[in-house]
Nanobody, 123 residues
Framework: QVQLVESGGGLVQAGGSLRLSCAASGRTFSRYAMGWFRQAPGKEREFVAAIGWSDSSTYYAGSVKGRFTISKDNAKNTVYLQMNSLKPEDTAVYYC????????????????WGQGTQVTVSS
């Protein structure tokens, strides 16, 4: 069974940085794409970034492009989201997700989800 466990969230001031981690287990992920999504209070869950496990292709939402970087460590079966120049509007619960196939930004195309980690950016 696929398990995704996020960590690394916390409270940070605007302009600061955080690195989120997603430890994946239960499957060989070479044919999977991994994504990060976020959900702010009162808002729908939205796509942040995705990476292909085999080809390392990446895709970012326009709101985070140039500030966030998604990466992975194959040996550790872990995906990271480095978040720089954080803004108060980045405050949300961040979720890791996995889907079989190519990278995608569609919420409904992901099959497995973590429990989420809270990121709070103060102004």
């Amino acid at each position: 069974q696929v398990q995704l466990v996020e960590s690394g969230g916390g409270l940070v001031q605007a302009g600061g940085s955080l690195r989120l981690s997603c430890a994946a287990s239960g499957r060989t992920f070479s044919r999977y794409a991994m994504g990060w999504f976020r959900q702010a209070p009162g808002k729908e869950r939205e796509f942040v970034a995705a990476i292909g496990w085999s080809d390392s292709s990446t895709y970012y939402a326009g709101s985070v492009k140039g500030r966030f970087t998604i990466s992975k460590d194959n040996a550790k079966n872990t995906v990271y989201l480095q978040m720089n120049s954080l803004k108060p509007e980045d405050t949300a619960v961040y979720y890791c997700a996995a889907r079989l196939g190519r990278i995608d930004n569609g919420l409904g195309s992901y099959d497995y989800w973590g429990q989420g980690t809270q990121v709070t950016v103060s102004s």
